[in-house]
T-cell receptor, first 110, second 116 residues
Framework: DAKTTQPNSMESNEEEPVHLPCNHS???????IHWYRQLPSQGPEYVIH???SNVNNRMASLAIAEDRKSSTLILHRATLRDAAVYYC???????????FGAGTQVVVTP | DTAVSQTPKYLVTQMGNDKSIKCEQN?????MYWYKQDSKKFLKIMFS???????INETVPNRFSPKSPDKAHLNLHINSLELGDSAVYFC???????????????FGPGTRLTVL
């Protein structure tokens, strides 16, 4: 499976945007880019996913580079509740195992 | 109603014992999973069932045996528990694991297993 690279941690002030980068230079044409997050002491939670076009939902936006070798998860206005580990995962068109990496620890300060 | 529930939430036991963790989903999904999150916080897939059929079996000791009595339940039985089995175990489900690009997985709250 193709791998992803994310920064270990990022810090943001409350109510400011957070841009979380993810590199996936070995992505294949059929890989979808998924983002999950894990709040402290909870199970992972789906955030967003996309293939080629940018995507928006109520939680976040996903900006995908034209060559698809990188993507950015955008939290438009960080809240304290957004403090979590964010995982960028590539999903092939296959039975659904998620390959979690180390993720990015997002710290939100008031 | 909790979409994916697990019992128990905490499990403390001695080495060598046999224990089970139960998982139930009320989302009507066809596919269920077990993941393990170790002390270093890495999450790894263990098993996946689709309509009660085993479809993913990662390199897991055969002391771990999943059982799916119906597609809403996926239980994990662990024989002869070892210290290294201490971890948080998460159950998840999805509409259909075979969906193009992979569909959304919904995770349970986790079961923290401590082996003494």
């Amino acid at each position: 499976d193709a791998k992803t690279t994310q920064p270990n941690s990022m810090e943001s002030n409350e109510e400011e945007p957070v841009h979380l980068p993810c590199n996936h230079s070995t992505i294949s044409g059929t890989d979808y880019i998924h983002w999950y997050r894990q709040l402290p002491s909870q199970g992972p939670e789906y955030v967003i996913h996309g293939l080629t076009s940018n995507v928006n939902n109520r939680m976040a936006s996903l900006a995908i580079a034209e060559d698809r070798k990188s993507s950015t998860l955008i939290l438009h206005r960080a809240t304290l509740r957004d403090a979590a580990v964010y995982y960028c995962i590539l999903r092939a068109d296959s039975w659904g195992k998620l390959q979690f990496g180390a993720g990015t620890q997002v710290v939100v300060t008031p | 109603d909790t979409a994916v529930s697990q019992t128990p939430k905490y499990l403390v036991t001695q080495m060598g014992n046999d224990k089970s963790i139960k998982c139930e989903q009320n989302l009507g999904h066809d596919t269920m999973y077990w993941y393990k999150q170790d002390s270093k916080k890495f999450l790894k897939i263990m098993f996946s069932y689709n309509n009660k059929e085993l479809i993913i079996n990662e390199t897991v000791p055969n002391r771990f045996s999943p059982k799916s009595p119906d597609k809403a339940h996926l239980n994990l039985h662990i024989n002869s528990l070892e210290l290294g089995d201490s971890a948080v175990y998460f159950c998840a489900s999805s509409q259909s694991g075979r969906a193009r690009g992979g569909d959304t997985q919904y995770f349970g709250p986790g079961t923290r297993l401590t082996v003494l």
